[in-house]
C-alpha cells in the first residue's frame, strides 16, 4: 500500500460540503492580501514578513535540504508566507479525520490575484470560520458592509462559530526604546522593531460588537529549567465548549497578542485562559504590574445571535514553533465543539 501523500490540486473552485448532522464543516480564512505582503520591498526596516533567505539565516542550519532551495522552494516573502500554509497542514488533517470534512482554506486576495470577500460562496458550507489576522495595518484591509452584514446572517444560525484571530501589534508606539525593548522581549530576529498586524479582523471586531483589542507581542513563560511553556491560567468552570478539556498548555510562540477586553465588567465576553509572561525579560506590560496575558476568550449566544465567537492567536493551529499533544487536543476539541 503506498505511504505517499495525495496529489495536491491548486487553482480550481471550491467544492461545496455537504452538511452532515453532528459534523462540523471547518474553513481557514487568510485575511491578507497575498500581493501586497510578498512583494513588500525587502529593504523596508519594518512591517513586513520576513524572506526566506532570511528565515534560513536565522535558523540555520534547519532549511538548508534540497526541498528548501531556491530550486524548489520560494526565496523571498512568498516563502514565508508558504511555511504558514504549510504549518497549518497537521490542524487541517486532525481536524478533516475528527469531523470527516476536509479543511477548506480561503485568502482574501490569492497568489494568483483572485479577491474573495467572505460570503455566502465561504459561508454556505462552513460551521466555524477560523478568520486568520495576519494582514499588516499598511495594507488596509477591511471587512466591507456586504461581508458584515453576510456574518451578521450567517450567526444566526444555530451552532455557527467565528474564530477571530487577529495576531500581534509589536512596536506601535513611536518611543523607540520601547521597541527595542519589545524586541529584546520576545527575542525573534525575524521580527521587526514594529510589525503591526490585524487591521481586518479589528474591522470585524468593531462591526459585530466584540470588545477586545490585539495588542503587543508577549514571549510565554517556560516552565523554570526547561523549554516547556508554562501552563495556562485556565477558567475551566466556564468553559462551556469544552475547548480546554486535556489541554493544559496552548502553543509556544515567541511574540503572542494580549486580547485586551476594552469594556470593563463585560458580561458579553467571557476569558477562558491566561498565559503566564516570560518574567526574566523586560516589557511595559509586564512593568505595569501584568504577569499573564489574555489568550483565550468566548463570547456565548446572545438575542442577536446562535452562534458563539472564539478568539485565539492564529499561531496555535500552526506547528512552525512546534506541536504537542494538548495542541492537538485543543484541535480536536474545537474541531468537535457542540
Not at 196 to 209: C, E, I, N, V
Request: net charge neutral; glycine share 6%.
Amino acid at each position: 500500500m503506498s505511504t505517499r501523500t495525495p496529489a495536491r490540486t491548486y487553482n480550481q473552485n471550491h467544492i461545496p460540503r455537504r452538511y452532515t448532522s453532528g459534523k462540523r464543516r471547518l474553513s481557514i480564512y487568510w485575511t491578507w492580501s497575498y500581493p501586497w505582503e510578498s512583494q513588500r520591498d525587502p529593504a523596508a526596516m519594518e512591517n513586513r514578513f520576513s524572506t526566506m533567505t532570511e528565515v534560513r539565516s536565522v535558523l540555520w542550519p534547519a532549511y538548508e535540504t534540497p526541498e528548501w532551495s531556491a530550486a524548489q522552494f520560494l526565496q523571498g516573502i512568498a516563502g514565508t508566507l508558504e511555511l504558514f500554509h504549510r504549518s497549518t497542514i497537521s490542524f487541517q488533517q486532525i481536524a478533516g479525520e475528527a469531523t470527516s470534512h476536509p479543511v477548506a482554506v480561503f485568502q482574501r486576495i490569492d497568489q494568483a490575484g483572485y479577491k474573495l470577500q467572505i460570503d455566502e460562496r465561504i459561508l454556505a458550507d462552513t460551521d466555524t470560520l477560523l478568520v486568520f489576522g495576519l494582514d499588516h495595518l499598511l495594507s488596509e484591509q477591511e471587512a466591507t458592509p456586504d461581508e458584515i452584514g453576510a456574518i451578521r446572517e450567517w450567526l444566526k444560525r444555530e451552532g455557527a462559530c467565528l474564530l477571530l484571530a487577529p495576531h500581534h501589534d509589536v512596536g506601535f508606539t513611536d518611543d523607540l526604546k520601547q521597541r527595542q525593548m519589545e524586541y529584546l522581549h520576545h527575542g525573534d530576529a525575524l521580527v521587526p522593531r514594529q510589525q503591526r498586524f490585524g487591521q481586518y479582523t479589528r474591522s470585524l471586531m468593531k462591526a459585530l460588537d466584540v470588545p477586545v483589542h490585539n495588542t503587543y507581542g508577549l514571549r510565554p513563560a517556560l516552565v523554570k529549567g526547561t523549554k516547556e511553556i508554562a501552563p495556562l491560567t485556565a477558567f475551566r468552570d466556564i468553559d462551556k465548549l469544552g475547548l480546554l478539556k486535556n489541554v493544559p498548555t496552548l502553543n509556544f510562540h515567541p511574540h503572542l497578542p494580549h486580547y485586551e477586553i476594552t469594556e470593563k465588567d463585560s458580561k458579553a465576553i467571557q476569558l477562558l485562559a491566561r498565559q503566564p509572561i516570560d518574567p526574566d525579560r523586560p516589557h511595559p506590560f509586564t512593568a505595569a504590574g501584568n504577569t499573564e496575558f489574555n489568550c483565550l476568550l468566548w463570547m456565548p449566544p446572545n438575542q442577536q445571535r446562535a452562534g458563539d465567537i472564539v478568539l485565539v492567536d492564529s499561531t496555535n493551529f500552526t506547528t512552525l514553533f512546534g506541536g504537542t499533544e494538548s495542541l492537538q487536543n485543543f484541535w480536536k476539541n474545537f474541531a468537535l465543539m457542540k
